[in-house]
Antibody, heavy 111, light 112 residues
């Protein structure tokens, strides 16, 4: 199993960013996937989940601003981040099956 | 939301020693399917979290038997025996029963 996140970077408050997570080594289309984040020096914070049938659940802190989606043909998970705030600054990890995590991609929201 | 309370916040242990970490949830973690989705992770500096224990007491593949998990309902414990240098880092409990998913605040394991 391999999960590789990308798309992070420095973005101004109020702007948008789209993260990707490329998956391999398992049947991506059959499994739900999570995004989890970690602010610098802080603990882990669950962000969103998408089921194999594309049902979604979000943390209250991101509901209405973030959108999780998937492209099973590309074995790729996405997280669209809109209306970004400084408190969204974090490493964003994709996660599958509780055991498997990517290396994370850093999102920094700052003017 | 289910609040996961982890104690202590930090631990100082000697190599070869034994220690334990407590995790309490504000609601029962028994799922309607009968399983209890309580997990333990270790995050080493600069790394992604790694799964140690799944569903309360099952060691993940490759995890040494020095690690053991126990508990039920709302009270859970991770025990580490014969502590080795590679065990140092931050430990997190995580509940996968209810949405939103929630983590404990973490326990930093350091060398005495």
């Amino acid at each position: 199993v391999q999960l590789v996140e990308s798309g992070g970077g420095l973005v101004q408050p109020g702007k948008s960013l789209k993260l990707s997570c490329s998956a391999s080594g398992f049947t991506f289309s059959s499994y739900g996937m999570h995004w989890i984040r970690q602010a610098p020096g802080k603990g882990l914070d669950w962000v969103a989940y998408i089921s194999s049938s594309s049902g979604t659940v979000y943390a209250d802190a991101v509901k209405g601003r973030f959108t999780i989606s998937r492209d099973n043909a590309k074995n790729t998970l996405y997280l669209q981040l809109n209306s970004l705030k400084s408190e969204d600054t974090a490493i964003y990890y994709c996660n599958y099956g509780f055991a498997y995590w990517g290396q994370g991609t850093l999102v920094t929201v700052s003017s | 939301d289910v609040v996961m309370t982890q104690t202590p916040v930090s631990l100082s242990v000697s190599l070869g020693g034994q220690t334990s970490i407590s995790c309490r949830s504000s609601q029962s973690l028994v799922h309607s399917d009968g399983n209890t989705y309580l997990y333990w992770y270790l995050q080493k500096p600069g790394q992604s979290p790694q799964l140690l224990i799944y569903k309360v007491s099952n060691r993940f593949s490759g995890v040494p038997d020095r690690f053991s998990g126990s508990g039920s309902g709302t009270d859970f414990t991770l025990k580490i025996s014969r502590v080795e240098p590679e065990d140092l880092g931050v430990y997190y409990c995580y509940q996968g029963t209810h949405y939103p998913r929630t983590f404990g605040g973490g326990t930093k394991l350091e060398l005495k």
